[in-house]
C-alpha cells in the first residue's frame, strides 16, 4: 500500500488540537482523516500526519507540551495498526 497524501489543513489541525489540548477539536480531526483515508491502518496515518519540518506527530505535540494523558487516552499501538 502507497503512503498516504495527507491534507495539509488537516495535518496542521492535528498538531494545534494536540498542542493545545484541545480533545474535542483533535477527535473532530481524527475521525475526518480516518473516514478519508479508511483504506490505510490508523498508525499508519498518524505517523504520516507529521509537521513537515520537525516530523512530528500529535503525539509529540501533546507530549511536549505535558497533554499525552488528557489528549491522547486509551489508544494503545494494537489499536492504531
Known amino acids: ?3 498516504p497524501t495527507l491534507d ?3 495535518v496542521d489541525d ?3 488540537a494536540a498542542r ?3 480533545p474535542e477539536f483533535l ?3 481524527l475521525n475526518t482523516l480516518f ?3 479508511s483504506t490505510h491502518p490508523k498508525g499508519e496515518l498518524l505517523r504520516a500526519a507529521a509537521d513537515e519540518y520537525t ?3 500529535a503525539i509529540h505535540m501533546a507530549a511536549a507540551n505535558g ?3 488528557g489528549i491522547m487516552p486509551g489508544p494503545t499501538v494494537n489499536t492504531l495498526s
Open 8 to 10: 495539509s489543513e488537516l
Open 14 to 16: 492535528l498538531l494545534y
Open 27 to 29: 477527535e473532530e480531526s
Open 55 to 57: 516530523g512530528n506527530t
Open 67 to 69: 497533554h499525552l494523558g
Open 1 to 3: 500500500m502507497s503512503k
Open 20 to 22: 493545545h489540548n484541545d
Open 35 to 37: 473516514s478519508s483515508h
